[in-house]
């Protein structure tokens, strides 16, 4: 990737391009560079610069201007590890404290209450934390899901397509084990991993 844009900001010869990576053709792929920055299409352009359909490019276009692009480079990038700390055994303070800890750097996520981002990847499951249900490693987009739902206290919950079960779990500690929350899935294999989850959580 950084030969290839060497090569198409002129700073690199193709013909030392092609010592470095001899599988590529180098002279066919600036040919299509030129010919996509010659491209005056903006849907075609984005398409074709983010590798996404040109269908969902006209799409974005359409309702987000100039900020498409952007959003579409937010979605390419690998999300961050985040975890979602059980109100059921802590709280986002006191698993942070626990993970500081073990030396586990985090931060508070941006804007789930019980989200905590981890600075780096680290092998989690052997945590005391992990065993004893404090937290689930969920990214922080599935949270706000829970969040913006209207959970009864003492009601009940149908999650109809449950999976593994992370939202599951999120809704029963919004609701303090209170009530009755139904998980459902077509997968018995991700249904199987659900209890395990909820009798750690």
Avoid at 57 to 82: D, F, H, M, N, S
Avoid at 144 to 158: H, Q, T
């Amino acid at each position: 990737l950084h030969i290839g844009s060497l090569v198409f900001s002129g700073l690199l010869p193709v013909a030392k391009a092609g010592e470095h990576c001899p599988a590529v053709d180098w002279p066919a792929a600036l040919r299509r560079d030129a010919e996509r920055q010659a491209d005056h299409d903006p849907a075609r352009a984005l398409a074709q610069a983010t590798s996404i359909p040109p269908f969902l490019a006209t799409r974005l276009l359409e309702e987000y201007g100039e900020e498409a692009a952007r959003l579409v480079r937010g979605w390419q990038q690998r999300a961050p590890w985040c975890l979602r700390a059980n109100t059921l055994h802590t709280t986002r303070d006191g698993l942070q404290a626990a993970l500081a800890e073990r030396g586990l750097r985090t931060s508070p996520g941006a804007f789930g209450p019980d989200a905590l981002t981890l600075a780096a990847e680290v092998e989690l499951h052997r945590l005391p934390e992990f065993e004893n249900g404090w937290f689930e490693l969920q990214d922080e987009a599935s949270q706000l899901i829970v969040e913006l739902l209207a959970v009864p206290a003492r009601g009940l919950v149908i999650d109809w397509c449950a999976g593994a079960g992370g939202k599951t779990l999120a809704i029963g500690a919004r609701m303090q084990n209170r009530g009755r929350l139904l998980a459902l899935d077509r997968n018995n294999r991700r249904l199987s991993e659900l209890k395990k989850r909820a009798a750690r959580a």
